[in-house]
């Protein structure tokens, strides 16, 4: 499957995340001119995790997400907690979430 323009987009994005911090789906959607959900869909297709980093992208009130089409991973779970970033009761920690 060929990847769409905007799936690149969404790439480039969050290839520029540091290890340690996080996004939210909202603000890529924002950055973008997009919507959340298209977001979402983009990271679920995404070829090339975790080279292209979508483990680093959570909902807006710091709940974790889902991960290659599961939710809530506990993949994603544990990989954020190995790049440092801190979760509490499944919520990222809000110093480590990069807003605006």
Same mark, same amino acid.
Not at 2 to 24: C, H, L
Not at 40 to 47: E, M, S, T, V, Y
Not at 67 to 86: F, H, N, Q
């Given at each position: 499957? /060929? =990847? $769409?323009?905007? *799936? ?11 290890? #340690? @911090?996080?996004? $939210?789906?909202? #603000?890529? /959607?924002? %950055? !973008?001119?997009? /919507?959340? +959900? %298209? &977001?979402? *869909? %983009? !990271? @679920?297709?995404?070829?090339? /995790?975790? &080279? ?11 709940? =974790? #997400? #889902?991960?290659?089409? &599961? +939710?809530?991973?506990? @993949?994603? !779970?544990?990989? !954020?907690?190995?790049?440092?970033? &801190? =979760?509490?009761?499944? @919520? ?9």
């Amino acid at each position: 499957m /060929a =990847i $769409t323009e905007f *799936q690149k987009r969404v790439y480039d994005f969050i290839s520029k995340v540091p290890k #340690g @911090k996080v996004v $939210t789906y909202n #603000g890529i /959607a924002r %950055a !973008l001119e997009s /919507a959340p +959900r %298209a &977001v979402g *869909q %983009a !990271l @679920k297709r995404n070829p090339n /995790a975790p &080279v292209v980093p979508c483990h680093r992208v959570i909902h807006e009130n710091g709940d =974790i #997400g #889902g991960y290659s089409g &599961v +939710r809530d991973s506990d @993949k994603k !779970l544990k990989m !954020l907690e190995d790049e440092g970033v &801190v =979760i509490i009761n499944r @919520k990222v920690d809000e110093k480590h979430i990069i807003r605006g």
